[in-house]
């Protein structure tokens, strides 16, 4: 069974860090592209970054790049996304993600919060 469970969320000030984090059980990161996306109230789900463990490519949506960045601890079968210099549209709920067509499974989500 494919589980994803997201932590490191939390309330900062605008400009701040946070680590987000993601366990993941139940499949081989080889066969699957993993990501992250976020969901801000009132707006639908986006996609922020994802990563191929098999390919060694990472892709950064243009908001994301530069400040966001993805990496995985395949060892440990952790998904991570450090954010850095966060901004008040940053706030969302993140979910991590994993897919392979047609199957994908996802988290139940971190809030994220950046006050101004």
Not at 87 to 97: L, M
Request: charged letters at 20%; one cysteine or more.
């Amino acid at each position: 069974e494919v589980q994803l469970v997201e932590s490191g969320g939390g309330l900062v000030q605008a400009g701040g860090s946070l680590r987000l984090s993601c366990e993941a059980s139940g499949f081989n990161f080889e066969d699957y592209t993993l990501g992250w996306f976020r969901q801000a109230p009132g707006k639908e789900r986006e996609g922020v970054s994802s990563i191929n463990v098999a390919h060694s490519t990472t892709f950064y949506e243009d908001f994301a790049r530069g400040r966001l960045t993805i990496t995985v601890d395949n060892a440990a079968h952790m998904i991570f996304l450090q954010m850095n210099n966060l901004k008040p549209e940053d706030t969302a709920v993140y979910y991590c993600a994993a897919e392979r067509n047609p199957d994908d499974y996802w988290g139940q989500g971190t809030q994220v919060t950046v006050s101004s």
